[in-house]
């Protein structure tokens, strides 16, 4: 092979036997196009057909996925070490109808293993087959030889392709790799489940291209001393983003929790201080959880602001709003926040629930267990609506609440079985309410 144009051939000096070819570029066939042709189509012309949604037979994963899997959808799992990922597909896996081809994909753990901890789960699996492989252009063979419907990848920072010379789990390494798989899912319509590992600040490892390749990007927390595990989606282009999860982990693997608002609200036999119901939203699943609040005298110089599972930077602003409206005066005083069971509550509704549970810590007068609230605080003191109240409402009322404290746009045209709603327009109005109950 000659780079530039040579009257007789370098080798063997043979006159006009050099011929001019186009070389291919290295590697093109691996960024071949999905669509079958590149022409411009009207978006009107454009044929759609409905998606056959296929089930995991759990009712909780398949409620973050937006009522089960897409044909093609690629989906990324990520959590800690230990959390209960690898249990959780395998059982998903093992549940699939047994017409339903499904490969299991393990870089970390051997074929043995896996199918000890199936046999002590107790899973019949027969239709799922398992491959140890980690070279990724094996495991593309695989995937065209089986044909699964559903495929599991463990994990992709294991994973490494050989046209590559980075190590596995480099930044490389993981974006090839997962373009590879989610081309492979596009075009011959198999699911994919790919786990990440996960950092120490929780974020899942490798580029942030890796969330930007997939269809649907789940994180499964969870505190390591709970059995309380909860899968979340942070991105999800065939569901509602922000869905919720709830399972326990038991001896046969993680079952699904039917009642989630169970796990996250008072235990106490009678009304404490500090102690308020929030009726929030996850996704399009109405919770109710309880917030705690503990309001005790500084003492240090600068007195604390603690939250868990509430954004910090907000409780700051409430105690603000709270001075400046409200007449409650916490400038000296240590303030701690928590959601109980471990939840993280990210939406601006809790505002009015987080008030009123410090209040409640500060007065030391308990709110009574049969009252729940929901609101969001602007800096001016007014109480905001909150999306989709009519559900919330509906949810505390199930589950036999008595009362609501609510922003006075979310009052109810028509009333509640059982529910008395006590509609507030400004903060003070809250407070006031709060020492009528």
Request: charged share 20%; hydrophobic share 45%; net charge neutral.
């Amino acid at each position: 092979m000659a780079l530039q144009w040579f009257g007789a051939c370098p080798s063997c000096g043979a006159a006009g036997t050099l011929v001019e070819t186009a070389a291919e570029r290295p590697g093109a066939g691996r960024y071949a196009r999905i669509a079958v042709s590149s022409a411009s189509v009207p978006l009107a012309q454009v044929e759609t057909r409905e998606q056959q949604r296929i089930a995991t037979g759990i009712g909780e994963l398949d409620r973050v996925l937006g009522g089960g899997l897409v044909a093609g959808q690629v989906v990324l799992l990520g959590g800690d070490p230990g959390i209960g990922k690898s249990t959780l597909l395998l059982q998903a896996l093992a549940n699939l109808d047994a017409s339903a081809r499904a490969l299991y994909v393990t870089g970390e753990e051997s074929a043995e293993q896996i199918a000890l901890r199936a046999r002590r789960l107790g899973l019949s699996a027969g239709a799922l087959h398992l491959l140890a492989e980690i070279q990724l252009e094996r495991i593309s063979e695989a995937l065209e030889t089986r044909k699964p419907r559903v495929a599991v990848v463990d994990s992709i920072q294991t994973v490494w392709s050989e046209l590559l010379q980075s190590a596995p789990g480099s930044v490389a390494q993981v974006r090839e790799c997962a373009a590879q798989l989610a081309r492979h899912a596009k075009r011959s319509g198999t699911s994919v489940f790919i786990i990440g590992h996960v950092t120490k600040e929780g974020t899942i490892a490798g580029p942030r291209v890796l969330e930007h390749l997939v269809d649907t990007v789940l994180y499964f927390e969870g505190d390591a001393h709970s059995a309380f595990r909860l899968v979340r989606a942070t991105k999800n282009r065939f569901g509602a983003v922000n869905e919720l999860g709830v399972f326990a982990m038991t001896d046969k693997g993680l079952r699904a929790v039917a009642n989630p608002s169970a796990l996250f609200l008072s235990q106490h036999s009678t009304a404490v201080a500090g102690s308020c119901v929030l009726a929030t939203l996850e996704g399009s699943r109405p919770l109710l959880v309880e917030i705690q609040a503990l309001v005790d005298s500084a003492q240090a110089p600068s007195p604390r602001r603690l939250s868990v599972g509430l954004e910090q930077n907000r409780l700051a602003m409430l105690l603000a709003v709270l001075h400046r409206h409200g007449g409650i005066q916490t400038v000296d005083q240590d303030v701690f926040v928590n959601a109980v069971g471990g939840v993280r509550v990210g939406e601006p509704a809790a505002d009015l629930a987080v008030s009123l549970a410090i209040v409640s810590s500060l007065a030391d007068r308990p709110i009574p267990k049969n009252v729940a609230v929901f609101g969001e605080i602007g800096l001016a003191g007014e109480v905001r609506p909150a999306p989709r109240g009519q559900e919330r409402l509906r949810e505390a009322a199930k589950l036999g609440f008595e009362r609501a404290i609510v922003p006075k746009a979310n009052r109810p045209k028509g009333k509640i079985a059982g529910l008395e709603i006590i509609a507030v327009e400004r903060i003070g109005e809250a407070v006031a309410a709060l020492g009528n109950l």
